[in-house]
């Protein structure tokens, strides 16, 4: 003999988007409503339920998958997905791009009374992409020379905005070191270090869907430039042959030169 038992959905799921790879939940809620009185003339007599009292007592809770959005209904099981899936609010982590389209809905049934059940709206699940780098992009220039590097053909999907700053290199100048938005890359830059420097941006785009990629990295390698750190003077005579040796003037070997008085 079962108890009389109704259950009723209080709060209904709502259909949910989000980013790739980002966690969410999915709401419902249910109540479960008991009486002890019964309406009509036995045998025909009716539970009736508008003075019952409402509790969550003996509910149980089944989050169900109709994978993308078609066919056949299956249970969720806790994993690396998803978790709390006996419960009214599930969560989902880290969804796949793949999961997008899903529908969900809750099953409530009673402890109580085995022969109700309710289900829940059925919801869809869209997962939006992120923008995604799978070549970090290099460069290599001159000290003094300038950059020009589309942010744009770095990465997946279009209309994408950006955020970037290189670490600051402190024998290098030049570099931009706060955080700017600009779609290209176009900062000149100084090596009078003598030796080869690196200066190493961190790019972060984000989608027009306000979808955050991973950062990824654009590597420059700068050359040194030769550079003179104080001119060079000679006093000679008047018919007297300069002998004025150029290697000595600047701050690094193996430098070619071109002169003209």
């Avoid at 994978?67 to 599930?90: D, E």
């Amino acid at each position: 003999e079962y108890d009389p038992v109704k259950i009723e959905l209080s709060v209904q799921p709502t259909d949910v988007t989000i980013c790739e790879n980002n966690t969410t939940s999915i709401t419902s809620g249910a109540l479960s409503f008991n009486t002890t009185v019964y309406s009509g003339t036995a045998p025909n007599t009716l539970p009736d339920y508008t003075s019952g009292a409402s509790d969550t007592v003996g509910l149980i809770y089944s989050w169900e998958v109709q994978v993308g959005g078609v066919g056949s209904w299956s249970p969720l099981s806790n994993g690396a997905i998803y978790n709390n899936v006996a419960t009214p609010i599930v969560t989902l982590n880290n969804v796949p791009l793949g999961f997008s389209t899903n529908k969900y809905r809750l099953r409530v049934t009673s402890s109580r009374n085995v022969c109700v059940s309710e289900l829940s709206d059925e919801i869809t699940l869209t997962v939006l992409p992120k923008p995604s780098n799978t070549t970090a992009p290099v460069a290599t220039i001159c000290g003094g020379g300038s950059l020009n590097h589309d942010l744009t053909g770095d990465v997946t999907l279009s209309g994408n905005s950006f955020s970037w700053q290189a670490a600051d290199n402190p024998n290098v100048s030049g570099e931009t070191v706060t955080t700017s938005s600009a779609s290209n890359i176009t900062d000149t830059l100084n090596n009078i270090s003598g030796s080869v420097q690196t200066v190493i941006y961190t790019i972060t785009p984000t989608s027009s869907d306000g979808c955050a990629g991973d950062p990824y990295t654009y590597t420059v390698t700068v050359n040194p430039e030769p550079y003179v750190a104080t001119l060079p003077f000679d006093n000679v005579c008047s018919d007297e042959a300069l002998n004025h040796d150029l290697n000595t003037d600047v701050n690094m070997s193996g430098v070619s030169f071109a002169w003209l008085a």
